[in-house]
């Protein structure tokens, strides 16, 4: 038992996990695991539904069936916040940020080009900042 635990612990520090199956211990790399859907992680790790509740008569298995709802939950989350690169909405949603992001940027250069400069550092925001609470101070 402490091989299996040592190669476990071993491949785990080389950002691998090791799982059991049919076929003996296999190690997989943790980032490519987490890639394939929700059902094979499950199946793999034997806590997919099918499995978990053949265990009823052990108390072991409220918390597995917990554990692959968490799992299940995780990865979803993982899914819906990741922009594929094959998705067009999400390019579309990327350029409209993009436009976005471009004209607040004209907006700030009207701002600094409407100030006086800095003497040390041309059009600069810091300047332009204390210029501003100078003005709102003679003015307001």
Avoid at 23 to 32: D, F, H, N, Q
Avoid at 42 to 61: C, I, Q
Avoid at 112 to 128: F, M, N, Q, S, Y
Wanted: hydrophobic fraction near 40%.
């Amino acid at each position: 038992m402490k091989e299996i635990k040592d190669k476990i612990l071993e491949e785990y520090k080389k950002g691998n996990i090791v799982l059991s199956g049919i076929e003996g211990l296999r190690a997989m790399p943790i980032k490519e695991f987490i890639k394939q859907p929700i059902e094979g992680m499950l199946y793999d790790l034997n806590r997919n539904e099918a499995v978990v509740l053949t265990f009823l008569p052990d108390p072991k298995w409220i918390n597995d069936y917990a554990v692959a709802k968490v799992i299940a939950e995780l990865k979803n989350i993982i899914d819906t916040k990741k922009l594929p690169r094959h998705n067009v909405n999400n390019c579309e949603d990327l350029k409209h940020e993009l436009e976005v992001t471009d004209k607040l940027l004209d907006e700030r250069q009207k701002v600094l080009d409407a100030i006086p400069e800095c003497r040390i550092h041309g059009k600069c925001v810091p300047h332009a900042i204390e210029w501003i609470e100078e003005m709102k101070a003679k003015h307001c």
